[in-house]
Structures are given as C-alpha cells and as structure tokens.
Nanobody, 115 residues
C-alpha cells in the first residue's frame, strides 16, 4: 500500500520559514516525479514545486526563489523549504508522486501565514 505523509505545516508569521516533509512508503520516491501542490479556500489546486526522477526542478511562478524542493533518497522523503512566507501562501499543501500510469496524493498539511 502506497502512502505519502506530509508533516511540518503550522502557523508562521509573515517573513518566516517552514520546512515541509513528505515521507513515502510503498514506493521508492526517487523513481517517481515528486511534487508539492497547494490549495487555498475557494481556489484551484496549483503546483508549488516539482522534481522529476532525473532531478530536474521546476517551481510555480509565485515562488520567486523563496522555496526549494529536495530529495533525501536514504530517508525516502521529499522536502520543501519555504522562506519569506506571505499571507497569500496560506493553503493546504499536498505531496504528489507520479509515474505513469500511477499517481498518489498525501492527505495534506495546513500552512497558515498570519501575524
């Protein structure tokens, strides 16, 4: 059974940092394209950051150098370091693993940026 479990969300002040982690079980995450997505209330889910099986990185336009996605092959995890957080970054953040034809999602972790 494949599971993706996100952790590291919480409440942070504007300008602060958080590090999210996605722990995979049932798959070898380095063999998958892994991504972080987010969904704010009333909005569509959008791509935050993506790393493919070859290590190529891509980010949503709104990231503007503030976030970094990375893999830890030994721990079978994918991390998302988020710096200079803004209130508009408030959302549920989801981990995604994809290798055609399979795709998996985590349950999500809430990130709230507020003073």
């Amino acid at each position: 059974q494949v599971q993706l479990v996100e952790s590291g969300g919480g409440l942070v002040q504007p300008g602060g940092s958080l590090r999210l982690s996605c722990t995979a079980s049932g798959i070898v995450s380095s063999q998958y394209a892994m991504g972080w997505y987010r969904q704010a209330p009333g909005k569509q889910r959008e791509l935050v950051a993506h790393i493919d099986s070859g290590g190529h990185l891509s980010y949503g336009d709104f990231v503007k150098g503030r976030f970094t996605i990375s893999r830890d092959r030994a721990k079978n995890t994918v991390g998302l370091q988020m710096n200079d957080l803004k209130p508009e970054d408030t959302a549920v953040y989801y981990c995604n693993a994809r290798r055609t034809p399979s795709e998996y999602w985590g349950q999500g972790t809430q990130v709230t940026v507020s003073s």
